[in-house]
Structures are given as C-alpha cells and as structure tokens.
C-alpha cells in the first residue's frame, strides 16, 4: 500500500506519527494513515538542509545496499552524533542541534562514506519514511484478517434458528461494515510515497537497523 505523504509543517515528534497511523488503522481508515506519513516525511525532511531538495524528492531512487550498509555501521559507534534522532522527544531539538553542530555531524558522516551531513540525513530520512510503510503494510493485512474474521463470526450467528431481529440486524450491519472497510483497503492508490526501489531496502535491512538502534531507545529522557 502506497499512501499519499505532503508537506504540511516542520518539528513532528515521530511518536506522534506512529501513534496516529496505529489510530487510523484501528479505525479503518486512510486518512489518518496520510496524516502519519506525512508527519514522519516532514520530520525527516526538516532536519536535511532546504538547499537538498534533490535528496528529498522520494518518487526516485537514492538508496543503495552500500548505503544502507555504511549507515548501519555509523549506528555501531559507541558514540553517535545523531543520537537525539532515535530518542523519544528528540525530533524537537535536533534540527536546532545539527544546524549548530554541522562539522562535527559532516566528519560523522564522512567517516562512513557520506557527502556530508545532508547525505546521512537523507538516508535516515527514507529509512524512517520507508519503515513506517512497511509498518502500515504488515498494519494493514492484519486488520483486513481481523475484518475477514469478524464476517465469518457474523455469517455464523445468522445461522442460528433463535436469532432476534435486532441480532440479526446487528450482524448484517457488521458484515456490511466490514466488507466496505476491506474494500476501501484493497483500492489501488495512485498517489505517490516512498519508490519502490527504496522501499525494497528499507524492507531489506530492517531488521538490522532496528537491532542497531536498540541502544538508543533506552533511556529515551537522557
């Protein structure tokens, strides 16, 4: 599923976008799920410099399994400027924070292959953008099984010789509901997010970078 992702702000927490799609999906819409994308697209984008509109252009391809690699050795290091990106609250004060600290995140960056900061960033921001996709993906097939589940449970219970005419209106109103929902799901969407190319290795290192990154959600006040 691809959902639309626009620009609307600058300095969301990434909390919030997760919270939001969790929301959305919850109540079968797309809408919120937008919302979400759209929250963790601008984040991502506020902290890569505005004179790097080309790294934020999403429809092409930027990432490479170099890329990827040499980012997830950054996360290795004892001691990792960009830190306050992976803690709770830190989308806050980190665009302020590299902005005042840029050679010090350029050498950072340099040190595993990158341009400069602007390029780091712009890896960080597609990984982040293509790991709330592949989220509301494994979001989405969960809650459409949820759906299919709660027809067949209905299906059952019209079954039933003693079932009232209230009951039965409950569950035809149920299966009805379910149904437009699993509908509205499986609608192709023409709108444009993450390309497929990134999204493949995003997907493709996943697991690593969320092994790497572990440490740094540990104390998320600090």
Do not use: H
């Not at 400027?81 to 010090?104: N, Y």
């Not at 709108?191 to 493949?200: F, Y």
């Amino acid at each position: 599923m691809r959902l639309k992702i626009r620009i609307s702000g600058r300095g969301v927490l990434i909390a919030l976008a997760i919270m939001a799609l969790v929301m959305s999906f919850a109540c079968g819409k797309k809408s919120g799920a937008e919302k979400a994308f759209s929250a963790a697209k601008q984040t991502a984008e506020a902290l890569v410099p505005s004179n790097a509109n080309a790294q934020n252009d999403y429809t092409k391809p930027f990432l490479t399994d170099e890329k990827m690699i040499k980012f997830i050795e950054s996360l290795q290091e004892d001691v990792n400027p960009f830190e306050v990106l992976f803690k709770e609250g830190g989308m806050m004060r980190a665009e302020s924070d590299i902005v005042a600290k840029a050679k010090e995140f350029d050498r950072f960056a340099q040190k595993y292959g990158f341009a400069n900061y602007a390029d780091y960033m712009a890896v960080w921001g597609r990984i982040m953008v293509g790991d709330m996709m592949v989220a509301g993906e494994e979001m989405k097939k969960n809650t459409i099984k949820g759906m299919e589940e709660s027809i067949r449970n209905a299906e059952e219970n019209l079954k039933k010789p003693d079932l009232t005419p209230d009951m039965r209106s409950i569950y035809e109103e149920q299966i009805k509901g379910a149904r437009a929902s699993i509908e509205e799901f499986q609608k192709p969407d023409d709108t444009s997010g993450l390309n497929a190319a990134d999204l493949a290795l995003v997907a493709k290192y996943k697991a690593q970078i969320d092994e790497a990154t572990k440490k740094f959600k540990k104390n998320p006040g600090n």
